[in-house]
């Protein structure tokens, strides 16, 4: 049974609670010999051949909790899909938190042992990490800051100019699940349903890229979700992408809570869907690949990409309707409209 | 203006009652539709229902929408 | 239970669009439809009906956005309540964007202040039953649909003795704008399409005084595409027959009375008053403010220092509302004036006219 019950800026100091901390928290979590060592930097092995593959990211969400993860889950499977879509190997991540004073011990420790378990099924090691404690009301209980180390292996490139007219675009499952959760859980929506998305993406990315098939880029759609991924290619590419809103899979539970607080599932993040851009007489190929991985058994062709033309917007929705209709970027964060 | 959907009744008790679209669920108050009855499909606005979907006029909205639907499948 | 894809059915869309175009080569001349309501500006633009018409037929959309017809000095009250010490505005998520004078509630927020979104009124009687030493102050914006339910949370925290619970009412009436439009001699509409979600707490008897006073055809809709094009489809066809009656075809949900138990909450908290439209200006009896038996709910008694309000120069929204010139017609118009950057009531709100052009009808060689 831990000590731990509740966290102390003394856990923050560097002393005695500081060890205790660590070695009851996270080094039975993330056991691995690299972070045992607990020198002032994880000496690593060397890395297999290829270009290393290098991002950080931080993680605030509220709730710290919800259906399908928590913050510890997310912090690692972020940093991880961010490796994975660049068509890096993920190898090794660090891990640093920032908790207020007074957070439950227990709560960090179900963080902790989130964050273990994607990291164990990316085929990851936690290797360096660490802890601040900051006076209570002044943070909101848990930040995590991760990052990661990977590598792309020789011959495999992928990026945004690399996409071309004629290229399909695919999404790994249903959109906008890790979202609509996050924001059901603030508003007292609730289903057994309605869960988060967030998985590492580092075996579907693999598999995918194992099928053969000509896979031009990968995003994964987190914040500002699809429509705001696809803005972003368009503008990196100098292409323009059409979206098919038939074709666009949406769980009838995502859609639910999207009509009930005025969203638009374009428009809300994923934590573990994959978008894919690929060659067009390889698009079967891509979309058996990824249905043949449990966590692509949803994938689907959702849109095309075609040159840019003078007046025409960069991104565009074909509506179910046969018409199309711009899809710009978000302006500010999405919240629930009711008027 | 006013967006409100259409959820239906599962719980309800006194002026309080659990909406249910599609697997998702939410307690919304019945103080502006004391009579809705579980089972009844309610509009929801604001956390509130503010009337009850009509099944007779519901079906007959369907019926106009197939009929219209037809009209193309035939041109 | 009639479902989504019923109501969404691209092939009942297609054959409605055909009864409308077989309808449309009847009319004498093209006609202008106004809607006022921003769901429904916004299902049209989403689903890009207006490109689906005929030339015959205008779409337009009136003052049915409730935060874009929201005066600046309401913006700016509400700010500067929300910089009180031990205060908590709660507010509709629409609101938070909306530009005051100097700022607007997000960037108040930013600064300090204790500015939460609710979903609904009674998550702030909530917020207020759970800190019961601050002042919980709900933004009350909204039509006839909204009001009940901060009737509703008022009646709530009245039983449930929670005093701290205030409301700083903006509420505003479809009839009298709408009177004022189709009295307007400046204004062209040949049609209204009215919302289907005021009429289910008004019912659509409120909406017979258009065709009888005005001689203005009117259709209260719904809010799918199918619902919108019933309506189109009403109102042409009453043209083309030389009718002018108001017809409901939303009958799933309104009747010609309305919920009379929401109308009597209403009526138990609020008074009509006149009020200040966004672009309109003062329209008497236009607005619901709280009756003086609830002056201790009233946020608006809370003596707090506004200054002279700041209308946006240039900006041609009063225009864009009343239907005159449609959001392109603005010289700010995506230029100065975009959903990042609104200067204008009607690019704030993601309902506005302009803003739903800007999202959803720019860039596509859109017609008219």
């Not at chain 1, 890790?178 to 349903?193: E, K, N, S, W, Y």
């Not at chain 3, 019961?132 to 925290?157: D, K, M, Q, W």
């Not at chain 3, 400046?186 to 009888?212: M, N, R």
Request: proline fraction near 7%.
């Amino acid at each position: 049974m831990s000590k731990i019950d509740t966290i102390l800026l003394a856990h923050g100091g560097g002393g005695r609670l500081t060890h205790e901390l660590v070695a009851e928290a996270f080094l039975p979590a993330f056991s691995n010999p690299a972070l045992a060592a607990l020198s002032d930097s994880a000496i690593l092995a060397e890395l297999p051949p290829g270009r290393p593959a290098l991002t950080t990211d931080a993680f605030v969400v509220d709730p710290l909790e919800f259906p399908g993860g928590d913050l510890g889950v997310l912090s690692v499977c972020g940093t991880v899909n961010d490796l994975a879509v660049a068509g890096a190997r993920p190898l090794w991540l660090t891990f640093a938190v920032i908790l207020e004073e007074g957070l439950d011990g227990a709560l960090l420790h179900r963080l902790v042992a989130g964050a273990a378990r994607a990291a164990a099924e990316a085929g990851v090691a936690i290797v360096a990490g660490d802890t601040k404690v900051v006076p209570r009301g002044k943070g909101d209980r848990a930040f995590i800051v991760t990052a990661g180390l990977g590598v792309v292996p020789p011959g495999r490139e992928l990026g945004d100019r690399r996409i071309v007219a004629g290229d399909v675009l695919l999404v790994s499952g249903p959109i906008a699940e890790h979202g609509a959760t996050i924001v059901a859980c603030r508003h007292d929506l609730a289903g057994p349903g309605l869960r988060s998305d967030c998985a590492p993406l580092a075996s579907l990315v693999e598999a995918l890229l194992a099928s053969g098939a000509d896979v031009h880029a990968m995003h994964d759609p987190t914040r500002g979700g699809v429509a705001t991924t696809c803005n972003e290619v368009a503008s990196r590419s100098g292409l323009r992408i059409v979206i098919d809103e038939t074709a666009v899979p949406v769980s009838p539970q995502v859609a639910s809570v999207c009509e009930v607080l005025g969203l638009d599932p374009l428009y809300i993040a994923s934590e573990g869907r994959l978008l894919a851009w690929v060659a067009a007489d390889h698009a079967g190929r891509a979309l058996d690949a990824l249905r043949a991985h449990p966590l692509g058994a949803g994938a689907a062709v959702i849109g095309r990409v075609e040159t840019r033309a003078a007046g025409r917007a960069p991104v565009a929705l074909a509506t179910a309707f046969g018409v199309e209709r711009p899809l710009d970027l978000l302006v500010g964060g999405e919240v629930p409209r009711i008027c | 203006m006013c967006l409100a959907i259409p959820m239906q009744v599962k719980k309800r008790d006194e002026f309080l009652g659990v909406v249910e679209l599609d697997g998702v669920e939410r307690e919304v108050s019945l103080m502006l539709e004391p009579d809705a009855q579980v089972g009844d499909w309610v509009l929801v606005h604001a956390g509130y229902a503010i009337g009850v979907v009509d099944e007779e006029e519901a079906k007959a909205t369907v019926a106009l929408l197939r009929e219209a639907a037809m009209l193309v499948g035939e041109a | 239970m009639i479902t989504r894809r019923e109501l969404f059915d691209p092939a009942a869309v297609a054959g409605l669009i055909a009864e409308i175009r077989a309808r449309a080569a009847g009319l004498k001349r093209r006609v202008t439809l106004m809607e006022v309501c921003g769901t429904h500006t916004n299902a049209i633009a989403a689903a890009g009906l207006r490109r689906l018409l005929p030339d015959t037929v205008r779409l337009i959309s009136g003052p049915g956005c409730p935060v874009c017809v929201t005066p600046v000095g309401y913006v700016d009250r509400a700010e500067a309540l929300a910089a009180r010490p031990e205060t908590t505005v709660c507010t509709f998520g629409d609101l938070l964007r909306v530009p005051s004078s100097s700022g607007s509630l997000e960037r108040a927020r930013a600064g300090g202040a204790d500015i939460r979104v609710v979903y609904s009124p009674r998550d702030a009687v909530g917020i207020a039953r759970a800190n019961p030493g601050r002042t919980v102050i709900f933004l009350g914006v909204g039509f006839e649909t909204t009001v009940p339910t901060v009737a509703a949370a008022l009646a709530e925290a009245e039983a449930g003795g929670v005093s701290n619970f205030l409301v700083l009412a903006g509420h505003k009436v479809m009839p009298e704008p709408l009177s004022a439009l189709a009295g307007d001699p400046d204004v062209q509409v040949d049609g209204f399409i009215c919302p289907g979600h005021v009429s289910v707490i008004t019912g659509w008897k409120a909406f017979a005084f258009l065709p009888e006073k005005f001689g203005i055809p009117a259709a209260v809709a719904g809010f799918t595409p199918t619902d919108v094009l019933r309506g189109v489809l009403d109102l042409v066809g009453q043209h083309v027959d030389g009718k002018a009656e108001v017809h409901n075809v939303y009958s799933r949900v309104v009747t010609a009375d309305g919920n009379p138990v929401a109308r009597a909450t209403v009526d138990r908290f609020f008074a009509k008053a006149d009020a200040v439209w966004r672009g309109l200006g003062l329209i008497p009896g236009s607005g619901l403010d709280l009756r003086p038996g609830f002056s201790h709910r009233d946020a608006a008694a809370i003596p707090v220092e506004v200054g002279e309000p700041e209308e946006p120069a240039g900006c041609m929204c009063g225009d864009v509302l009343k239907g005159a010139i449609d959001p392109p017609d603005c010289p700010l118009f995506g230029t100065t004036c975009s959903p990042a950057t609104p200067v204008g009531a009607c690019m704030v709100s993601s309902e506005g006219a302009c803003a739903a052009w800007h999202r959803h009808e720019r860039l596509m060689g859109a017609g008219r």
